[in-house]
């Protein structure tokens, strides 16, 4: 039997079918990153889980993983076996222009000093180097918060809106920034609609009620494929997850 984390709500696990379209949400961005990655040396700054780290570590010439947790840390290494340093993200373990590309995928939202975060990124990264953060789109994920207002999720700090993380950037030490946004294909659309129409809301309704989920959503959640999502650099602000990239001057 493959090993698993436990689902505590702070990071997704792959091979759980009530967990899958959360998994497929956060493949889709790694997928998207593979040819950024090719032949680099990559750093992934939170590596959680470690499927993302290995994804990548099929087409990079290297991979670092960085994670807190210690339990975590020995998960990536038993499961993928790759190396993973424990390390505070706030003040990254790595010298100077060290690394071609940092991964920082749905972890900015957990820490407290994000533009120290940033900094550090730019450090490491050398002149040239491409830094690629997803994060959850505070406008979608929580509406009606402002920037500063205490997140719900217990797990986060302070939650993004595309305008606020891209306004952290050039302080940090970056240009050339890209803003994408992760949005439902039309598949997921039609799964939308068959459950009120939103199967996020129905999944989180669900969770929050202790209610045992309907065959239908049962049958929709775990088909859900990578393929259904979108990437793309319009409508921004209505997106799932952004995704911004950006360079540290060469």
Same mark, same amino acid.
């Given at each position: 039997?493959?090993?698993?984390?436990?689902?505590?709500?702070?990071?997704?696990?792959?091979?759980?079918?009530?967990?899958?379209?959360?998994?497929?949400?956060? =493949?889709?961005?790694?997928? %998207? #990153?593979?040819? $950024?990655?090719?032949?680099? !040396? *990559?750093?992934?700054?939170?590596?959680? =889980?470690?499927?993302?780290? %290995? #994804?990548?570590? $099929?087409?990079?010439?290297? !991979? *670092?993983?960085?994670?807190?947790?210690?339990?975590?840390?020995?998960?990536?290494?038993?499961?993928?076996?790759?190396?993973? !340093?424990?390390?505070?993200?706030?003040?990254?373990?790595?010298?100077?222009a060290s690394v071609d590309v940092v991964v920082n995928l749905q972890v900015i939202e957990h820490l407290w000093d994000q533009p120290g975060f940033l900094r550090e990124c730019a450090r490491v990264l050398r002149p040239g180097g491409r830094l690629h953060c997803s994060t959850p789109n505070r406008l979608t994920f929580s509406p009606g918060n402002a920037l500063d207002d205490r997140p719900l999720n217990p797990f986060h700090t302070r939650e993004l809106a595309a305008e606020d993380l891209v306004a952290m950037l050039p302080d940090a030490g970056f240009s050339g920034v890209e803003v994408r946004g992760l949005h439902h294909g039309a598949a997921l659309r039609e799964r939308d609609a068959r459950h009120g129409g939103s199967i996020v809301d129905a999944q989180i309704a669900l969770a929050l009620s202790g209610?045992?989920?309907?065959?239908?959503?049962?049958?929709?959640?775990?088909?859900?494929?990578?393929?259904?999502?979108?990437?793309?650099?319009?409508?921004?602000?209505?997106?799932?997850?952004?995704?911004v990239s950006a360079a540290r001057p060469a």
């Open positions: 039997m493959t090993e698993t984390l436990p689902l505590t709500g702070e990071r997704t696990v792959p091979g759980i079918p009530a967990e899958n379209y959360w998994f497929r949400r956060h =493949e889709a961005v790694y997928l %998207a #990153l593979v040819d $950024d990655c090719r032949d680099a !040396v *990559v750093l992934e700054a939170g590596v959680g =889980e470690g499927y993302g780290a %290995a #994804l990548l570590a $099929d087409v990079a010439e290297r !991979v *670092v993983g960085l994670e807190l947790e210690a339990a975590t840390a020995a998960h990536v290494h038993r499961r993928y076996g790759l190396d993973v !340093v424990r390390a505070d993200l706030q003040r990254l373990p790595l010298p100077d209610a045992e989920w309907p065959e239908a959503l049962v049958a929709d959640v775990e088909a859900v494929t990578v393929d259904e999502f979108d990437l793309r650099a319009d409508d921004v602000d209505a997106s799932l997850d952004l995704v």
